[in-house]
C-alpha cells in the first residue's frame, strides 16, 4: 500500500499562482502512471494532468498551458504548477497513481480557492 500526502492548497485571486506537492511513500512515480485529479462541489471528479513512469506528460484542455506536472522522482514527489488561476479552477486537487502499481490509491487532496 503506497501513501499519498497532497500539500500546496490554498486561497488565491484569480491570475495568481499555486504550485502542488505530493509525496510518495514508496517509490511509485518509476512504476505508474500518476496524475491529478480534481473535484469541484457538485462536479464529476476530472484528470487534470498525468504522467507516465516513462514521462510523458498529458494534460485535460481547460489547462494546457497554464499548468505543469512534474516529480522528483529521487524525492518521491510530484508537484502541479498552477498559473494564471481561474475560478473554475476551485476544487479539492488529488494525487492519483492512474495507472500501474497502486492503480486508484489516492490522498485525502488539498483545496485550492481561486476568488475573482
Known amino acids: 500500500q503506497v501513501q499519498l500526502v497532497e500539500s500546496g492548497g490554498g486561497l488565491v485571486m484569480a491570475g495568481g499562482s499555486l504550485r502542488l506537492s505530493c509525496v510518495a511513500s514508496?517509490?511509485?512515480?518509476?512504476?505508474?502512471?500518476m496524475g491529478w485529479y480534481r473535484q469541484a462541489p457538485g462536479k464529476q471528479r476530472d484528470l487534470v494532468a498525468s504522467?507516465?513512469?516513462?514521462?510523458?506528460?498529458d494534460y485535460a484542455e481547460a489547462v494546457k498551458g497554464r499548468f505543469t506536472i512534474s516529480r522528483d522522482t529521487h524525492k518521491n514527489t510530484m508537484f502541479l504548477q498552477m498559473n494564471d488561476l481561474k475560478p473554475e479552477d476551485t476544487a479539492v486537487y488529488y494525487c492519483?497513481?492512474?495507472?500501474?502499481?497502486?492503480?486508484?490509491?489516492r490522498g485525502r487532496g488539498t483545496q485550492v480557492t481561486v476568488s475573482s
Open positions: 514508496t517509490s511509485i512515480f518509476s512504476i505508474a502512471t
Open positions: 504522467i507516465t513512469s516513462r514521462g510523458s506528460i
Open positions: 492519483t497513481s492512474v495507472s500501474g502499481a497502486y492503480r486508484g490509491s
